[in-house]
């Protein structure tokens, strides 16, 4: 007859091997999607489908875990969007560049979650903070969601996109810019830089000079190629907000998917000073 000793050291086990199994289960399922993700942050838009290739999403077995396997969904830490609607606004081209080089520019996104102030570099990244400069006074920015936060490997959000869902443009493209950046060491994008996505395929070496109006904001260091114009830092406010929607998490569970927190960029303005 096996004694409650026994029977307790018997169900014990049992219990090691199911969470060893979750376990292994988990770091299977995140090895999988690192192959299928893995290269660079991009949006990659052809024929109307999106997909993302999200980074080398590279955690340690207990995020795999985490991440596989999410509990109850956060409280959202920010407050109802604004009265007003996104402005369905298209351009043919490229906006003439107007911006000047020599001088400080700022880019204040009000958003549901607190203000998120951007520090713009207009001398290395003229193209881009010309463009924002551009579609920030016609209020494209204004109502739009930030629609991918990614907490594994790479963390960042993503923020630009009109519709929402990855597919938004401005309707034209503009180059890439200060690719070598010194604060890119070590295929490294660190806290509290802005840069643009793009549709560059690091594979295929397609699909440069891409960007449009998405961009994202690091909340912490993320290993990424040297792809992505960087143009502009996050600051300290901003950051204490950022990091404020990251920990609420993602939708998904996986790492890479809509914020659970409602990010909303209720008015985006640029100074120049």
């Not at 838009?45 to 590279?58: E, I, K, N, R």
């Not at 604060?183 to 793009?198: E, F, Q, S």
């Amino acid at each position: 007859m096996v004694s409650q000793e026994q029977r307790r050291k018997q169900l014990a086990r049992e219990k090691m091997v199911r969470q060893q199994e979750r376990r292994e289960a988990a770091r299977r399922r995140a090895r999988a999607r690192n192959a299928v993700i893995a290269g660079a942050l991009a949006v990659v838009v052809a024929g109307g489908a999106v997909s993302y290739a999200a980074g080398a999403f590279d955690g340690d077995d207990t995020k795999d875990e985490a991440s596989a396997e999410p509990s109850s969904t956060p409280k959202d830490p920010c407050a109802k969007a604004a009265p007003g609607k996104v402005k369905p606004l298209s351009f043919k081209k490229e906006p003439a560049l107007t911006v000047d080089k020599s001088a400080d520019y700022t880019m204040d996104l009000k958003t549901t979650c607190g203000d998120i102030a951007l520090d713009l570099d207009a001398a290395k990244a003229p193209h881009t903070v010309n463009s924002f400069d551009f579609l920030a006074k016609k209020g494209y920015l204004d109502h739009t969601k930030c629609h991918r936060l990614t907490t594994g490997g790479i963390y960042v959000l993503q923020c630009g996109d009109p519709k929402g869902d990855g597919t938004g443009t401005p309707g034209y493209r503009i180059p890439d810019e200060n690719l070598k950046d010194a604060r890119l060491k070590g295929k490294v994008y660190p806290a509290g830089t802005v840069a643009m996505a793009n549709q560059y395929n690091a594979q295929t070496k397609k699909g440069r000079n891409s960007g449009g109006s998405q961009f994202f904001l690091v909340y912490q260091d993320s290993q990424l190629p040297p792809d992505y114009t960087p143009f502009g830092t996050i600051s300290d406010s901003g950051m204490k907000v950022l990091k404020k929607i990251a920990a609420a998490g993602e939708s998904t569970g996986q790492g890479d998917g809509a914020p659970n927190a409602n990010v909303v960029i209720d008015k985006a303005t640029v100074t120049k000073s």
